[in-house]
């Protein structure tokens, strides 16, 4: 895995809450429009070959997009347990230190 990077650090958007967004049908027979071709022959071959390719590197590019917010997602877990535990604690500490003592006898360890 990669080190997170601050950059990779940005603030994610919520996702809005189901009752906000309105229910939308769903589309049936969905195609994606289709472009008339400009040229014949060889060279609309060549540039399909070249769109291809170009939205080859966009899905990469994307893809490494979203390894960074993974790494970032599962540090941000991993800090959130730490911190979890860290929490507990201090309760347990802080909850030893209002207990009252019995007669100067330090409290029972766990």
């Given at each position: 895995?990669?080190?997170?990077?601050?950059?990779d650090?940005?603030?994610?958007?919520?996702?809005?809450?189901?009752?906000?967004?309105?229910?939308?049908?769903?589309r049936?027979?969905f195609?994606?429009?289709?472009?008339?071709?400009?040229?014949?022959?060889?060279m609309?071959?060549?540039?399909?070959?070249?769109?291809?390719?170009?939205?080859?590197?966009?899905?990469?590019?994307?893809?490494?997009?979203?390894e960074a917010v993974?790494?970032?997602?599962e540090?941000?877990?991993?800090q959130k347990?730490?911190?979890?535990?860290e929490?507990e604690?201090l309760?347990?500490?802080?909850?030893?230190?209002?207990?009252?003592?019995?007669?100067?006898?330090?409290?029972p360890?766990?």
């Amino acid at each position: 895995m990669r080190e997170a990077r601050e950059s990779d650090l940005r603030p994610l958007r919520e996702a809005p809450e189901s009752d906000q967004r309105p229910m939308r049908e769903p589309r049936e027979n969905f195609s994606p429009p289709m472009r008339e071709p400009q040229t014949r022959g060889p060279m609309a071959v060549t540039q399909a070959i070249e769109e291809v390719n170009q939205i080859i590197e966009t899905l990469r590019g994307t893809l490494d997009d979203m390894e960074a917010v993974l790494e970032t997602l599962e540090l941000a877990e991993r800090q959130k347990i730490a911190d979890e535990h860290e929490i507990e604690t201090l309760r347990r500490g802080l909850h030893q230190l209002h207990r009252p003592r019995d007669h100067g006898q330090p409290p029972p360890r766990h």
